[in-house]
Structure formats: structure tokens, C-alpha cells
């Protein structure tokens, strides 16, 4: 998938800059590009894309922290603590719960095959 114009609204909204469109010539700056590209903020879109968790600032993922300590030491106390079950389990990030949910449905969509990989006839499933 391109992403071009993520590219070229960083760069404006960053740096001031403006990016050719048409990417078939070749381009004097692209070494300074380059560099620009590396050092783009971790909050900006190609970040993200590159990094789905740069989309949770260090402000969010300290607050997750602390909701999954607080349900910790709450659970901590409990009858089922004693027993080591029902153990709290932190927030899910959204990036996580998009590739988890992916995962599922290319599984999903191989189910026949995976059955055959392991020795069952798809059509008894």
C-alpha cells in the first residue's frame, strides 16, 4: 500500500517542506529527505504506520500501567489471588486488538487447511 501522502503531510506539517509527488524522477534532495524521514517525530502518521505504538503517548501508556498495578494490588488480596486465578490482565492497545482480530481471520480463512495439517477432514468440522 503506498503511503505517500502520509509522507508529504508530515514533511509539511514538520519540517515546512514539500515533497515531490511524482517519485519517477529522480530527486537532488533525497539524501536530506532521507534524514528528515528518520528523525519525523513519534507521533507523526508515518511514524505510526511504522510503529503502530508510537499512536499511545508515554502520558497513556504510564496511565495504562497504573490502571493494571491498581487491579493487581487489588486483586492481590482476594480469594482468588490465593488461588492464582482470574489474574488481572492490563488494557489492550488498540494496534494489539487490530492484529489480534487480523490474525483471527487469516487463521479463519484457512481453516480447511490447517484441519488437513493436522489430520482432520475439513468436512467433519
Known sequence: MDHTADVVADFRQYYGVDVPWDT?????????????????????????????????????????????????????????????????RPLEPPWETRERRERAERSAGRADEIARALGYDPGEL
Open 24 to 88: 519517477s524522477e529522480e530527486i537532488e534532495d533525497l539524501p536530506r529527505f532521507a534524514i528528515l524521514w528518520s528523525e519525523l517525530p513519534r507521533e507523526s502518521r508515518t511514524a505510526r504506520r511504522v510503529e503502530p505504538s508510537n499512536s499511545w503517548d508515554d502520558r497513556t501508556l504510564m496511565l495504562q500501567r497504573i490502571e493494571y498495578w491498581a487491579h493487581w494490588l487489588q486483586w492481590s488480596r482476594t480469594k482468588d489471588a490465593r488461588h492464582k486465578r482470574n489474574r488481572p
